[in-house]
Nanobody, 122 residues
Framework: QVQLVESGGGLVLTGGSLRLSCAAS????????MGWFRQAPGKEREFVAA????????LYTDSVKGRFTISRDNAKNTMYLQMSSLKPEDTAVYYC???????????????WGQGTQVTVSS
């Protein structure tokens, strides 16, 4: 059973933009937080951004502030990550997940998607 599915990854030049989507089941999307993480080869899964169920507040890791924007459409059970001014260091597999606890820690997430590859070339 696939309950979270990421899409929108691809190859982009430095300075370009991509929008990632995460489609979830209604039950999973009802978790208090939905979040985005990324993982580069040989590195740990890294927090990127998270959004409350209400969409009122959002959290971002420092390296993406001002460049990435998280949003959600609760009616469609879909979360988005708009990525702009992309840099080579943004290259990673991006994962969406759901948690009812601490949103910045990967260990707190109950569900994960399969990931979508983002590659930024110079």
């Amino acid at each position: 059973q696939v309950q979270l599915v990421e899409s929108g990854g691809g190859l982009v030049l430095t300075g370009g933009s991509l929008r990632l989507s995460c489609a979830a089941s209604a039950r999973i999307f009802s978790h208090y937080f939905m979040g985005w993480f990324r993982q580069a080869p040989g590195k740990e899964r890294e927090f990127v951004a998270a959004s409350r169920r209400s969409g009122v507040s959002a959290l971002y890791t420092d390296s993406v502030k001002g460049r990435f924007t998280i949003s959600r459409d609760n009616a469609k059970n879909t979360m988005y990550l708009q990525m702009s001014s992309l840099k080579p260091e943004d290259t990673a597999v991006y994962y969406c997940g759901a948690t009812g606890s601490e949103p910045t820690e990967a260990a707190g997430y109950d569900y994960w998607g399969q990931g979508t590859q983002v590659t930024v070339s110079s």
